[in-house]
């Protein structure tokens, strides 16, 4: 696979695998101490990242669920935000300025706060409640957080008694990170083609449902957006026949990427209008993965986790193929802002 160190990949994945059990003492403890609600924040794509958790428990759940953007947060009352709160806060550097903000907003109010990054010396490694430590960098981190998330959210059902998914999701934990390198080394052919594809095409939309809908936000804004300057319009597959399709016509690329879980109609009813109106159509099914030892039921689950492995493949095709490194920035932690 081009420029892909599998031992590293594998390594990482595993080491967020391996947080299951301190994951499951602390949502233990929080559950047994009363709370009653769950925050995920973070900023940018972290934040998006921590959305398929937060969907399986406001599904699943009777905790109130919210996921706020740090930035805003720290600027309203929230009424439901105090001392049986739980806040969980992703930052792979632990020094996302935004949300260290947030974290101390959220203390003074008497959240129990969680955090997870790459680091533990750091501002958000040092200052949460719990820190839960995984290094990763940026092409591997999307996974992680989204492992991490689906463990918080298993756990908290477990000790909830609301619902089984940890019985789900522990019995194959183990097999999910070559799981996961597996499916990227089936896609990698396939990523060359689109990255052949996609090189000079000035536009996208990019769109999707259910716990793919976060992947194609996320891929849209941080990947294609930030890391390649390739304007790009993330749009939820609800929202897509409310707008959107206007825009839809021979020669506009549209990219769907579609889940296994119970939202797929969603992701159907887009392929079937964009198949008729552009042809430049880029469907990603996590469906056709081929990911050993790893049934239906956890396959429902991990979508986004899937999606994150395969695009990440396409993401260095494409920088390769444009000469623009996925590192490049002109503004984002090079000016003030």
């Not at 019985?167 to 052919?189: G, M, R, Y």
């Not at 493949?313 to 590192?327: D, G």
Request: proline share 5%.
């Amino acid at each position: 696979m081009l420029n892909f160190d599998a031992e590293r990949f594998l390594k990482i994945e595993k080491g967020a695998v391996a947080l299951a059990a301190e994951i499951d003492a602390a949502a233990q403890r929080y559950v047994a101490e009363g709370i009653d609600s769950v925050f995920f924040l973070g900023t940018g794509g972290a934040a998006i990242l921590m959305y398929p958790a937060a969907a399986l428990l406001a599904e699943r759940s009777r905790l109130k669920i919210f996921t706020e953007r740090s930035a805003e947060l720290v600027l309203m009352d929230h009424r439901s935000l105090g001392p049986r709160s739980l806040v969980v806060i992703p930052s792979l550097s632990g020094t996302t300025k935004e949300s260290i903000a947030a974290l101390d907003f959220c203390r003074a109010r008497g959240a129990r706060i969680v955090t997870l990054v790459g680091h533990a010396d750091t501002p958000l490694g040092r200052s949460a409640d719990r820190a839960f430590v995984n290094f990763a960098e940026d092409d591997t981190s999307s996974e992680s957080f989204y492992i991490q998330g689906l463990l918080i959210a298993a756990a908290l059902l477990k000790h909830r008694g609301e619902a089984n998914l940890h019985e789900i999701v522990t019995p194959h934990l183990a097999q999910l990170p070559q799981a996961l390198l597996a499916a990227k080394a089936s896609f990698e052919p396939r990523a060359a083609r689109l990255a052949e594809t996609f090189r000079n095409e000035p536009y996208h939309i990019i769109t999707g449902a259910g716990s793919a809908w976060p992947q194609a936000f996320y891929y849209g804004m941080c990947i294609l957006e930030e890391m390649q300057w390739i304007r790009t319009r993330p749009v939820h597959a609800s929202d897509f026949f409310h707008g959107t399709l206007e825009l839809v016509e021979k020669g506009v690329s549209v990219i769907l990427l579609k889940s296994e879980d119970e939202f797929r109609p969603l992701a159907d009813r887009v392929e079937q209008f964009a198949r008729q109106y552009t042809d430049k159509l880029t469907v990603i099914d996590p469906a056709e993965a081929d990911l050993p030892g790893i049934p239906q039921a956890f396959r429902a689950l991990i979508s986004p986790v899937v999606l994150a492995a395969e695009l990440e493949r396409l993401s260095a095709h494409i920088e390769h193929l444009r000469n623009h490194p996925l590192t490049t920035r002109r503004y984002y932690k090079r000016v003030a802002y």
